[in-house]
Each structure stands twice: as C-alpha cells, then as structure tokens.
C-alpha cells in the first residue's frame, strides 16, 4: 500500500528538515505552505516534498485541504513539529502491509514541553487519528483545536499504535506564553459565536483553578517537574483569558 504524508506549514524552518527527514520513506510527501518568510519552502523542496502555496484558511479547512491534494491509498497527516520516530516508522509500514479491514490508525504522542516529555496531566498517550485510507478520513472540529475522524460508517475499523508520535511542543515558555495568548483568542471567538454574552467570574476565576487542580493534581502533572508546573499553570490562565476576551468582545460589540 502506497502512502502520502501531509503537512501544513508557515515559518517552520526550525522544524521541517527534521520532520521531513522522518518520513525520507513515504511514497509522496505534500506540504502546504501559507505564506512563509524564512527557509520553510526550499527545505521541504530539498527534502523531495510537493510544495503547494495556499493562503491560511484556518487549522481545520487548511489540514483538509491538505489531505485532499493527496494521491497515495493512504494519508499520515503530521503538523510541522512533529517526527515520526524509526519504531513508529517500523510500525506503520508493517500496518499498510498487512492493513486487513483497518480503515485508520491512532498514533499515541509524546509532547514535549521545555524538552521534557509531559507524561502526565492528560498529555500521554494523547492519541492523535493520523493515519487513514485516502478519502475515509477527514479533518473536522473547532480553531485551533482540529481532530480526524473516519467517516460514521468505517469508524469502527480502527486501531492504536503502540509507538509514539514525537511531537516538538513548545521549545521555549515565551513561545508557549505567545501560543496561548493566540489561542485563547481563537476559544474566545468560537465561545462568542456560540452565544457567550455575559461576565463570569466562574469561567474567569473558577475554571481556570479548576483547570489547574485537575490536571496538575488529580492527573498526576506534577509528577512532571517544574516544567509540569509551568505547562498547567500557563494552561489554566489561558483558560482565564479565553472567557475574559470573550466577555470583552461582548462589551465592545454592545456599545
């Protein structure tokens, strides 16, 4: 069985050579950048990748288009910081090998925060579908927080890996900072759209805590060390600033 890899990317310099050089073994690989300034391009054009130039469209529309310039019976959707290592590698061509009436595969992913790898707090397995016959999968869900799902009728026919996805989180806490200030706009939005009017200090001040005493507490994220602490202490005030920016939109419209 013959497969695409599919990756989006803009300004990714940092990351692409590593996750391109991962996937050297694909049957094709297609890249779909929307507008990068720096190297993005002709590493991924030095790496053999199809380079497609396409305006941002939003996470979950620029991914499905993505997956749909694919030609291969199979599609591993990756973002650009993320690397497929050499056992999950060993894994995946035994699969498509051998796939029998599987229709997709969810990948298990190691995010690394700081360089740590989070093992606790919710963020492993973290199991991602990535893997799936070319046109029974499709990207669906809510900026920034896109999702592959099968289509109903084949959804069953899945299975998990047992080899991880690296995935090259946040390399530094003001480019995890920068992150969620940007995301926490995108939920703000979203939580605008869907009829949030009103100032409240359960979203604004209790969420977040509630947020942080889960994760951090009862899923076990300290266990992660300092950089557990930051990533769920900076995870909670994203939480905060998602609805206090959604009120804010909501004044401002108002007056």
């Known amino acids: 069985m013959s497969l695409s890899v599919a990756i989006v990317a803009m300004d990714e310099e940092a990351n692409i050579g590593r996750t391109l050089a991962s996937v050297r073994w694909a049957d094709e690989i297609v890249l779909v950048d929307s507008g990068s300034k720096d190297r993005t391009r002709e590493i991924a054009h030095e790496h053999g990748a199809r380079v497609v130039e396409e305006p941002w469209r939003g996470y979950v529309a620029q991914k499905q288009y993505a997956i749909e310039l694919c030609t291969k019976d199979w599609v591993l959707l990756l973002d650009a ?34 360089g ?58 003001s480019y995890y900072i920068a992150h969620m200030n940007r995301y926490s706009s ?29 994760n951090y507490v009862v899923r076990l994220g300290f266990l992660d060390g300092g950089e557990g602490l930051l990533m769920h202490l900076y995870h909670a005030v994203y939480v905060s600033w998602k609805y206090a920016k959604a009120w804010e939109m909501t004044r401002i419209k108002s007056h």
């Not at 963020?123 to 016959?133: A, I, T, V």
Request: net charge negative.
């Open 81 to 114: 910081d993320e690397e497929v290592s050499p056992e999950l590698t060993e894994e995946i061509r035994e699969a498509l090998a051998n796939p029998g009436d599987m229709n997709g595969f969810w990948l298990p992913r190691q995010n690394l925060f700081l």
């Open 186 to 214: 995108l939920g703000a939005e979203l939580a605008v759209s869907q009829g949030r009017q009103s100032f409240s200090v359960a979203d604004i001040v209790i969420r977040p805590l509630a947020t942080f005493f889960y």
């Open 116 to 173: 740590r790898w989070m093992q606790h707090g919710g963020f492993y397995p973290d199991p991602k579908l990535r893997l799936f016959r070319n046109g029974i999968g499709f990207v669906t869900g809510h900026d920034p927080h896109d999702r592959c799902e099968l289509q109903p009728e084949v959804a069953q026919r899945s299975r998990q890996f047992r080899n991880a996805l690296v995935h090259y989180t946040y390399p530094t806490l």
